[in-house]
């Protein structure tokens, strides 16, 4: 079975200093990896996908994601954040089954931007 | 297009009435979610269809809870009889197959 840790709950930086967001999954093929955030008393945005091809993926508002299989892991980085991306982060792993992407998504992480 | 639609955005009822919240996915895509997301128990599937068929209704916590899908532009998901567990926000996804989903902006629901 497909799972997901954000081992971070809670993540507080300075607005300008730089943002990784762990994330590990657990899977026994070639995952499709995401990235979601969410705004308060929003829904989810997609931040950016990891499918195939290249394992450094770039994504909305400046955010970026590295796919390293050996470490099972997928951490969303921005290298200088700004108040305004203070929300939850949501990653999530999918897998192809039968046409349908059975996605399961991580507990999440908030992130919190001070000045 | 205006993305995934749902209504109401937040709705309060008392325990024991019904509850139905509704959910017009992106057009064009095949594939609707239902998810539910507390602070306990995170964000859960409860229910998907591929072209208007449920093929997956395992994460529906009780009887109580059932979804519809009667055309390919309209879904809905019913509470009956409500209850104070059930407070959540509901979501409604959509994809096409094979690609990422896209979320609706939720309903807060609220039983008392």
């Known amino acids: 079975a497909q799972s997901v840790t954000q081992p971070d709950i809670h993540i507080t930086v300075s607005e300008g200093a730089s943002l990784e967001l762990r994330c590990n999954y657990s899977?026994?093929?070639?995952?499709?990896l995401f990235w979601y955030v969410q705004s308060p008393g929003q829904g989810l945005q997609l931040l950016l996908k990891y499918f195939s091809g290249d394992t450094l993926v770039q994504g909305i508002k400046g955010f970026e994601a590295e796919f390293k299989r050996s470490q099972s892991s997928f951490n969303l980085r921005k290298p200088s954040v700004h108040w305004s991306d203070a929300a939850e982060y949501f990653c999530a792993v999918g897998s192809n089954s039968g046409g349908y992407q059975k996605v399961t998504f991580g507990t999440g992480t908030k992130l919190q931007v001070i000045p | 297009d205006a993305g995934v639609i749902q209504s109401p955005r937040h709705e309060v009822t008392e325990m024991g009435q019904e509850v139905t919240l509704r959910c017009k996915p992106i057009s064009g895509h095949d594939y609707l979610f239902w998810y539910r997301q507390t602070m306990m128990r995170g964000l859960e599937l409860l229910i998907y269809?591929?072209?208007?068929?449920?093929?997956?209704d395992s994460g529906m916590p009780e009887d109580r809870f059932s979804a519809k899908m009667p055309n390919a532009s309209f879904s809905t998901l019913k509470i009956q009889p409500s209850e104070p567990r059930d407070s959540a926000v509901y979501f409604c996804?959509?994809?096409?197959?094979?690609?990422?989903?896209?979320f609706g902006p939720g309903t807060r629901l609220t039983v008392t």
């Open positions: 269809f591929n072209n208007n068929v449920p093929i997956d």
């Open positions: 899977y026994g093929a070639t995952p499709y």
């Open positions: 996804a959509s994809s096409h197959i094979g690609h990422e989903q896209y």
